[in-house]
């Protein structure tokens, strides 16, 4: 097989995968975000290693890509927790993390980085552990709070300056410092270095596992066995799609959601629109998919499925976007990166009209039985 032909079936496979393990974050979302986190890991040595391609601006892309996948984690959020105090935790932090993530684009200085730490992510795998086993809604404020607080102050703040302040590289830190070998040298050579380090690593590593099997014993009483599908039933008459004013809460967070990410977006893919051009045509967009869906619901309809409100938004914004492009007489939007965000912003649109109905539901049901 030549090297042209296995370098086409390896990008499609790993950014397929990028692209299509995220979407199911809402139905699995512990497995799935780890999976996430994993494929986002090895991507860049899995082209290294199998392909012959130039990375040298795949970084933007691997960016983009991480947006997207906790884009999808947010709306999972609205779909899955139940926790009314958790939900807008998990907001705050989602939307904060966005902002610095824009200014970052905007001015391009690391430290907003740090400032504006990853939180949302830790936390909201955090709560999906929880909600293995316990009932989040057994979560007080304070036990939130203090969740939030330990993953921002002990965990994400030293990552974000490892990695945005001192810009060092874990691997590379660990062969020097740790082991005494140089960065170059494969992990046998540096465990060979230093095999006292080792013994001792694994040493902690089983007293750890000890520690924690023995807190175990005083966790509280479990309120159901093992889950990682979040699916639950749900009351027939659970709503689909719109359901209220047009003019609401939601639809102006749509707007916010969809024009911090696309700013993100525009920057990373270097789209050529304006903020202003992008905060213009997703407010457009938004309203049109609001009005489509009004107008069926004065009718007396509901989406069908959610495939078929994913098919016609899709269309319908595909056809607004590419009227904007058009408008745009000088040539400066990219007009691949402009189609792929009308699948963006449709999928988002979509999910998030869906799953925050799905938790408005969920709030309603019973605790499961064990």
């Known amino acids: 097989m030549g090297g042209d032909v296995t370098d086409l079936i390896v990008v499609v496979v790993v950014i397929g995968s990028r692209l299509i393990v995220p979407l199911f974050i809402p139905r699995f979302p512990l497995p799935a975000i780890f999976a996430a986190l994993v494929i986002d890991a090895v991507d860049k040595g899995v082209f290294e290693l199998l392909t012959d391609i130039n990375l040298d601006g795949y970084q933007t892309y691997d960016k983009a890509l991480d ?5 999808i984690a947010y709306v999972a959020v609205l779909r899955n927790w139940t926790n009314p105090f958790a939900v807008e935790v998990a ?3 989602w939307y904060y993390r966005l902002v610095g993530v824009v200014l970052f ?3 391009e200085n690391r430290a907003l980085l740090f400032v504006f730490s990853n939180v949302f992510e830790y936390f909201f795998i955090a709560y999906e552990i929880v909600r293995l086993k316990w009932n989040p809604r057994r979560l007080t404020r304070r036990h939130v709070l203090l969740l939030a607080a330990f993953i921002w102050i002990f965990i ?16 590379d830190f660990v062969k ?18 230093r095999p006292l380090v080792l013994a ?3 040493l902690a590593g089983i007293v750890l596992v000890a520690v924690l099997l023995r807190l175990r014993r005083n966790l509280p009483e479990e309120d159901w066995t093992l889950r990682f599908d979040a699916d639950a039933p749900l ?14 809460w939601p639809v102006f967070e749509k707007i916010a959601l969809l024009t911090l990410v696309g700013i993100i977006f525009s920057q990373l893919l270097q789209v050529g629109a304006s903020n202003l051009q992008v905060l213009t045509v997703t407010a457009g967009v938004v309203g049109a998919n609001v009005a489509v869906s009004a107008l069926l619901a004065r009718r007396g309809h509901h989406w069908r499925s959610i495939g078929t409100e994913f098919a016609v938004l899709l269309v319908l914004n595909a ?14 939007i990219n007009r691949a990166a402009a189609w792929f965000f009308g699948f963006l912003f449709t999928l988002i649109i979509t999910l998030y009209d869906r799953y925050r109905s799905q938790r408005l539901a969920r709030t309603v049901l019973d605790v499961p039985s064990r």
């Open 67 to 71: 947006i997207y996948y906790l884009t």
């Open 91 to 93: 907001r705050f932090l």
């Open 105 to 107: 684009e905007l001015f």
């Open 156 to 171: 994400k703040l030293p990552q974000e300056w490892w990695i945005h302040i001192a810009q060092l590289d874990f691997t």
């Open 176 to 193: 020097e410092t740790v082991f005494g070998s140089d960065p170059a040298d494969g992990w046998l050579a540096a465990f060979g270095n």
């Open 200 to 202: 001792a690593l694994l």
């Open 235 to 248: 009351p027939d008459d659970v709503p689909t799609g719109f359901t209220g004013p047009a003019l609401r």
């Open 319 to 332: 056809t607004l976007i590419g009227v904007f492009s058009g408008l745009v007489s000088d040539g400066r």
